[in-house]
Nanobody, 115 residues
């Protein structure tokens, strides 16, 4: 059964950095496009960044220039490097396929940006 497991979140001050990781084992990882999503309290889940099988990336306007998505096919892992974090980046971050059919959603990893 395919699982996604996110990690790397935590508490960080504004302007700080975090690196999130997501392992998607048993998922034909290398041929898929992957994405990071986030859900803030009381809000709908939103798409943050995507990475295609060829490495092409896209970002939401709110994170462009601050976040970088990358992948390591040998490790079935997708990363999200987050720099210059802002309080509005506070959310639970999830990874999944870029498009349906989605895998079962993991528990996510909490990012909290506050001074």
């Amino acid at each position: 059964q395919v699982q996604v497991v996110e990690s790397g979140g935590g508490l960080v001050q504004p302007g700080g950095s975090l690196r999130l990781s997501c392992v998607a084992s048993g998922s034909a990882f290398s041929i898929r496009a992957w994405a990071w999503y986030r859900q803030a309290p009381g809000k709908q889940r939103q798409l943050v960044a995507t990475i295609a099988s060829n490495g092409d990336t896209n970002y939401s306007d709110s994170v462009k220039g601050r976040f970088t998505i990358s992948r390591d096919n040998a490790k079935d892992t997708v990363y999200l490097q987050m720099n210059s974090l802002k309080p509005e980046d506070t959310a639970v971050y999830y990874c999944n396929r870029r498009s349906p059919p989605y895998l079962s959603w993991g528990q996510g990893t909490q990012v909290f940006v506050s001074s």
